[in-house]
């Protein structure tokens, strides 16, 4: 019997990353949300964004940047050439764990600061200061990123 190799589609060959899920969504969509209710003056969130100072190139779920970077009509890119201060990733159902941990020390490396990594099915977050060093936030908790200076009531984005 022959083995079968699913097909990647568009979304996963680009981004290097398997397509995200409805949960997946939610939880991107309130983080979003949040974030630029409560720090637009402080942080630019870029949800989906390829960071181009990465050897092979990445696409975090988000990205909390320089609230300096502009928008500019007429000068648009596709890549972001600053380091985020921030990196978040959500599981998606078929992306293993390990990876996203692996990812972890690629973004250290080039400079963030700060690595969320968001277990839906748990609903709970990893923050990462360095790598294999992290506190744990589940959904009745305010996330505290004191290195960023970011406090998040997890009941709104697990909701």
Known sequence: MEAVIAEKSNYETEREKPMPSVNHSIVQGNLVFALKLAYRKKYRIL?????????KGRVPDIAICDVNIPFEAGAD????NSVPYGVI?????????????QKSVEYFAVGVKS???VLS??????????????????????LKDELLDIEIDLKEIFK
């Open 115 to 117: 690595y969320w990594l």
């Open 77 to 80: 890119s596709i890549k972001l």
């Open 89 to 101: 990733e959500i599981l998606s159902p078929k992306q293993n764990l390990s990876e996203l941990v």
């Open 121 to 142: 099915d748990l609903r709970s977050i990893y923050i990462f200061d360095k790598p294999q060093n992290y506190q744990v936030f589940t959904w009745k908790d305010i």
């Open 47 to 55: 949800p989906e964004i390829n960071i181009d100072v990465i050897d």
